[in-house]
């Protein structure tokens, strides 16, 4: 049986072939150095519970704490004995340029045992980066989409993740990170993949609008532009630059299979040397049965029960097909589906080919 992923390759394929090179704008296929976010995390206690929070060590010590914060002293005797608090990590992305006073959505993750955070409300949490400093303060009451219901026999019904919650602009930033943008003499974007000819091609269009000279290639994926130093003018400089558009380069011939769903991508310059291939296999069906025997009760013999064995061996019927020269992606893809060869069976082909040195690329199994 033919299977439809062929046939959808093929009609891609034929569509791609026939598209002319399209060009994107800076914006869409580099980001400038420097101008990145920064991850945020916190240890915090959610409280408010409604019995779906937890009783465990660390969550005493931790109501413990914030207490003594507050000027109360439990004594060691007096164990905490409630389950409407839990205690979570808070975390979240702090964009660029963000300022202090700005507000910043986070989310709410359960630390230890409990088995809600609905209806909870975080208490102030120090957000810190990778520093060590406090960038942000976040406090809250929780939006949790999921939710449980436990019966007593123990039965238990879940829907989505009730464990995990955000707070829409639940921090208030405290403290912005310094950005490079506005210093130094030029700028410096860096390509989402990495290719010699599309550098090339970006430091063309770059030049041709603002004068040669101005870009230049450092390697692979950076092009370093000058800019000029007032902050200002840095910024209308750049809304011009990003909006260039330049010509993206063909990729590298390659084949890309993932062996565990069985799907397969061939890249548009995937060609084929000269290569015949045969495609064929054995069908082996076992079935197993029993007998069971019933003698003659006179006889005094006993009942006994037989297994039988059939095997059945099916040849299936294939045809050699043979691959000239310079053959494409197209003629490939209609090849293989002419012999209705199933995914596992086209990954073999494709090894078969290229273990020949008949695959014009790369072949890269995930």
């Given at each position: 049986m033919k299977i439809k992923s062929i046939f959808f390759l093929a009609a891609v394929t034929s569509m791609m072939l026939s598209m002319p090179i399209q060009a994107q704008r800076i914006k869409d296929m580099a980001n400038v150095q420097g101008v990145r976010s920064n991850q945020l995390i916190g240890y915090g206690l959610v409280v408010g519970l409604p019995g779906t929070g937890e009783k465990t060590r660390y969550t005493e010590q931790t109501f413990r704490t914030m207490l003594k914060n507050f000027g109360i002293n439990l004594p060691d005797s007096v164990r905490p004995n409630s389950k409407n608090v839990a205690v979570v990590a808070v975390h979240a992305e702090m964009p660029a340029f963000i300022k202090p006073g700005q507000n910043l959505d986070v989310t709410v993750s359960s630390l230890g045992e409990a088995k809600s955070l609905r209806g909870g409300t975080l208490l102030q949490t120090f957000m810190k980066g990778v520093d060590g400093n406090?960038?942000?303060?976040?406090?809250?009451?929780?939006?949790?989409?999921?939710?449980?219901?436990?019966?007593?026999?123990?039965?238990?019904?879940?829907?989505?993740?009730?464990?995990?919650?955000?707070?829409?602009?639940?921090?208030?930033?405290?403290?912005?990170?310094?950005?490079?943008?506005?210093?130094?003499?030029?700028?410096?974007?860096?390509?989402?993949?990495?290719?010699?000819?599309?550098?090339?091609?970006?430091?063309?269009?770059?030049?041709?609008?603002?004068?040669?000279?101005?870009?230049?290639?450092?390697?692979?994926?950076?092009?370093?532009?000058?800019?000029?130093?007032?902050?200002?003018q840095r910024v209308s400089y750049l809304a011009t630059l990003e909006n260039i558009e330049v010509t993206i380069a063909d990729e590298s011939a390659k084949v890309i299979v993932n062996s565990r769903t069985g799907t397969i991508v061939v890249g548009q310059n995937v060609q084929l040397l000269p290569a015949a291939v045969t495609h064929g296999g054995l069908t082996v069906t076992i079935a197993e049965s029993t007998q069971v025997t019933q003698p003659n009760a006179l006889a005094g013999g006993e009942t006994a029960v037989t297994a039988n064995s059939t095997i059945d061996v099916a040849e299936q019927d294939r045809r050699m097909f043979m691959f000239s020269p310079g053959t494409t992606l197209d003629e490939l893809v209609r090849a293989v589906n002419l012999v209705g060869a199933a995914p596992s069976d086209v990954l073999a082909i494709l090894e078969a080919l290229k273990m020949a040195g008949a695959l014009h690329g790369e072949l890269i199994i995930i």
């Open positions: 406090v960038y942000a303060i976040a406090q809250g009451s929780l939006v949790v989409s999921g939710f449980s219901a436990e019966g007593l026999d123990g039965s238990r019904v879940i829907q989505n993740t009730p464990t995990v919650g955000r707070i829409p602009n639940g921090a208030i930033i405290e403290r912005s990170v310094p950005s490079p943008f506005a210093s130094g003499d030029h700028l410096t974007f860096n390509l989402h993949r990495a290719d010699f000819s599309t550098a090339k091609n970006m430091v063309d269009a770059i030049n041709d609008l603002l004068g040669p000279g101005m870009a230049k290639a450092i390697d692979a994926s950076s092009i370093q532009v000058s800019a000029p130093r007032d902050a200002s």
